[in-house]
DNA sequence: GTCTATATTAGGATAGAC
DNA sequence: GTCTATCCTAATATAGAC
C-alpha cells in the first residue's frame, strides 16, 4: 500500500475501506467522545457499517487504540532523539524539542490526544503510560540539566519546570485545530517565547 | 449535617456511610479511571458494599458527576468574581485570578479534575461545558484587556495567550497532588512567575 | 444503610453467508 | 469487505427484605 492511499479517496466503485481509514474513523471517535465511551458500534456507525466488519481490520478496540499510541510515541520519541542529538547544551536541547514537539503534537494531534487522555485501564494503556513516563524522565533530566547550565530560573524547581513547560504544551490539544485560525509553526513559537521569555511586555 | 461531618470520622460503630462520604470516593475512583470506565460496582466495592446501596445516595451515576461538577465550576467562578471585584485594573484582576484559580484546582483538585475531563458525552455533561464556555469567555475578555493595557506582549494573540496561560494552569490536575512534595502556595507563585516573567534567568 | 435477587439493555466479539 | 445472527458478559437501575 503507497503512503497516499491513507488519505487520498483514489478506489473506485463499491465503498469498503482499508486498515488506515478506518483507524482514522476510530482515533476521531476515540477523541470525540473519549475510548471508553466509544463502543465498536459507534466507530462502524460512523463509517456506515455494521460493527462486525470492524473485526476484518482490526484484531479488538484495543488494538486500535495500541497503534495510535505507538504512532504518538514514536513521534515524541524521535523528536527528542533529535534534539538530543543535533545540540550539544542541554539549555539547545531543550529548545529545539519544545519547538519540535509542539510540531508533532499538532502534526499528529488525534494520536497525541489520545495518548494524553490514558488513564492505564487495560494492557494496552498501561504499556503506553509506562513508555510515556521513561520518555518524561528523559525530558525532565534536560531540563534539569539546562538549569544547571544557567539557562533557566533557580527559583523555580527543575520538575516543576518541567511540567509547566509541558503541560502548556500538552494543553494544545484542548483546543488546537490544524483547520483553526492558529498557524502551527507561529505557535510554536510563541511556546517558545511564553514558556522562557514570558507573556509581559518588556521583562 | 454539619460542615465537619463530611471529612471526620464521629460516626461511631457500624460502617455506614454519608452522602459525601459516598460522594468523595466515586469522584476519586473517576479520576482515577476515567468517568466513563468507572461502573457503579467498582464504586460501590470501593467502599466495600453492594452496588445497590448506591441508589439509597444518589439517584443516578450522572447525578454524582453532576454535583462534583457544580462544585468546580462554582469554585472557579467564585474566584474569577473576587479577582473582578478587587482590582480596577484588567492587568491586576488577571494576575489576581491566575493565582486564585491555581488556589481553587489545588483545594478541589478531585472535583476540577473531573471537570476538565468532560467530554460531553450526556446531558449533564453538556451542561457543565456549557457553563465552562461561558466562564472560559469572561476569562479570554480579561486577557485582552490586559494586553490592551500593556501588561501583555502584543506579539501574541490574546486568544492563544488566554489558552498558553490556562492549558498550563489546568495541566496541574494531571500532576500536583496535596500529599505531594510541591506547596500550592509556592506553586501560584511559580505559574504566576512563569506565565508572565518566564523560566529563563536574567531575561 | 445495606443486602440479595432480578429486569433490561448495551457492549465486545465470533460464525458463516454473500 | 461487509452483512445478519448470535453468544456471552457486564452495565445501570429497581424491588423488596433486613
Known sequence: MTAAASTSRNRRGRPGYDRQQVLEAAVRIFNQQGYDATSVSDIAASLGFAKSALYHHFESKASILELALDDALSGLESALDSAVRDNGSASAQLRQFVHSAVGVLTARLPQVMLLLRVRGNSEVELAALQRRRAFDQRVAMIVAAAQEEGMLRKEIDASVATRLIFGMINSLVEWYRPDGPVDAA???????????DGLQTHP
Do not use: I, R, Y
Open 186 to 196: 507561529e505557535l510554536a513559537d510563541d511556546v517558545l517565547l511564553a514558556t522562557f
